[in-house]
Nanobody, 117 residues
Framework: QVHVVESGGGLVQAGGSLRLSCEAS????????TRWFRQAPGKQRELVAG???????NYVDSVKGRFTIFGENAKNLWYLQMNSLKPEDTAVYYC???????????WGQGTLVTVSA
C-alpha cells in the first residue's frame, strides 16, 4: 500500500510564499508523474502543476512564473514552491503520484493554503 502525505500549508498574506511538500511511502517505484491539484471552496479540483519524468514540469496559466514544482523521485519527495501568493490561490492542495506500468496512483489528504488580502 502506498501513502502520500502533504505538508507545508498555512496562512500567509498576499505576496508571501509557501513551500508544500509531498512524500510517498510504501511499495512504489518507477515514478511517472507527480502532480499538485487544488480545490477551492465551492469549486472543482483543478490541476495546478505537474512534474513528468520525461517531459518535465508544466503549470496552469494562473500560476506560471509564481509556482515551481520540483522533487527527487529517488527519495519519493516533491515540492511546490509558491511565491507571490494571491487570495485566489486559497484552496486545499493535493498531491497525486503516478507510478509503474499499470499507471497506479495515490492521493494525499491535502493541505490547506489560505492567502489573506
Amino acid at each position: 500500500q502506498v501513502h502520500v502525505v502533504e505538508s507545508g500549508g498555512g496562512l500567509v498574506q498576499a505576496g508571501g510564499s509557501l513551500r508544500l511538500s509531498c512524500e510517498a511511502s510504501g511499495n512504489i517505484d518507477n515514478i511517472l508523474t507527480t502532480r499538485w491539484f487544488r480545490q477551492a471552496p465551492g469549486k472543482q479540483r483543478e490541476l495546478v502543476a505537474g512534474l513528468d519524468t520525461v517531459s518535465g514540469p508544466n503549470y496552469v496559466d494562473s500560476v506560471k512564473g509564481r509556482f515551481t514544482i520540483f522533487g527527487e523521485n529517488a527519495k519519493n519527495l516533491w515540492y511546490l514552491q509558491m511565491n507571490s501568493l494571491k487570495p485566489e490561490d486559497t484552496a486545499v492542495y493535493y498531491c497525486n503520484v503516478r507510478w509503474g506500468l499499470r499507471l497506479s496512483d495515490a492521493w494525499g489528504q491535502g493541505t490547506l493554503v489560505t492567502v489573506s488580502a
